[in-house]
């Protein structure tokens, strides 16, 4: 197949955690993603006040730009070290609170109250935990899902999307023969079954 090896390659959680420890982070965007802001219309579609989701956020700094514009900003991230990153760099004070639904897991929030971060896996989050959502922001992160469970989080972000909602997806058109990543190589026609 055209996936060719990278099908069974798997990064786990600690491969990940390690990854911001030692400040291997490539993918983190200091400037923010063009793609966004050249997309921000069908994002928004017209609508205020919206409810956006950001799967696997990192300490993505395009957070701060749609709270910015008045909307209230959800995301999920396995790592607390990113997370705080995210609050002391972008100079928002925020609080933190057990999940109750979730063991272990926190939730980081800006005093303001228009930006809350989910430590956990994403697997954890239920549309009873964290509501629906009117737009999505995907970048590195259906991409950083392990192929094996692509399924589950594409069925998944089905559930957390409300009826008119929005779903920008950035993926990266390469050979996976001759790249290993960034990290894992998704077919067009892959997204076309998980997303109908
Ligand atoms: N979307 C961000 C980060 C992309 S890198 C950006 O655009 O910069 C992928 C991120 O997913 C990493 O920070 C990693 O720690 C996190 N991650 C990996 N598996 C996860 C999981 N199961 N649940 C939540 N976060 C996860």
Known sequence: SDIGSQKDRVLSEEEWLKKWEMGNIGFHKEHGHPLLQKYLDVLLNGRSGLRIFFPLCGKAVEMKWLADMGHSVVGV?????????????????????PVPEIS??????STSGNISLY??????????????????????ALVAVNPCDRQRYGSLMITLMEKNSSYL??????DPNKH??????????EIRSLFG
């Not at 790592?79 to 609170?97: G, M, T």
């Not at 272990?104 to 929030?109: H, S």
């Not at 430590?119 to 590195?140: A, M, P």
């Not at 290993?180 to 026609?189: A, H, N, Q, T, W």
């Open 119 to 140: 430590c956990c896996s994403i697997y954890d989050l239920s549309s009873s935990i964290v509501g629906k959502f009117d737009g999505v922001w995907d970048r590195g």
């Open 180 to 189: 290993k990543g960034p990290p894992f190589y998704v077919p067009e026609s």
């Open 169 to 174: 997806l950035v993926t990266v058109s390469y």
């Open 104 to 109: 272990g897991a926190k939730k980081l929030q």
């Open 77 to 97: 991230e396995i790592s607390e070290q990113a997370l705080k990153e995210f609050f002391v760099e972008q100079n928002l004070s925020y609080c933190e609170e």
